[in-house]
């Protein structure tokens, strides 16, 4: 005896699981572009080439805020002689809370 409505009940999910990947995808790269911009007002400056090379890449389902300068860790994390003057973790915690209230919200509208 076939179950009456399953084949309606799996689209509905199908659409449902589509629209879920949308929006979580669109107030991840938000976020993330939100990060990288106050990473950039964070970053210190002396030629700009730290700050300058931040930047965001979307790496399957997530994206990821980057830097290209081989010496961004020392200037985040600090070396023998230089104290840690981060940019990038300060960005990032501005912006967690929001993005966790702004996905429950993305997912709760649909």
């Known amino acids: ?22 929006e979580v995808d669109k107030v991840t790269k938000e976020t993330a572009e939100a990060i990288a911009a106050d990473a950039k007002k964070l970053a210190p400056v ?7 090379s931040i930047h965001v890449v979307k790496d399957g389902a997530a994206y990821e805020v980057l830097t290209d ?13 230089l104290p840690a003057r981060p940019f ?7 912006h ?3 993005f966790l209230d702004n996905l429950k919200t993305a997912i709760n509208n649909i």
């Open 88 to 94: 990038l973790f300060p960005a990032y915690l501005l």
């Open 1 to 22: 005896m076939p179950i009456s409505g399953l084949d309606k009940l799996i689209k509905q999910l199908k659409q449902l699981e589509s629209r879920v990947e949308v």
């Open 96 to 98: 967690k809370n929001k």
């Open 69 to 81: 300068v081989e010496y961004a860790p020392k200037i985040e994390l600090g070396v023998r002689g």
């Open 46 to 52: 002396q030629t700009g080439k730290l700050r300058d």
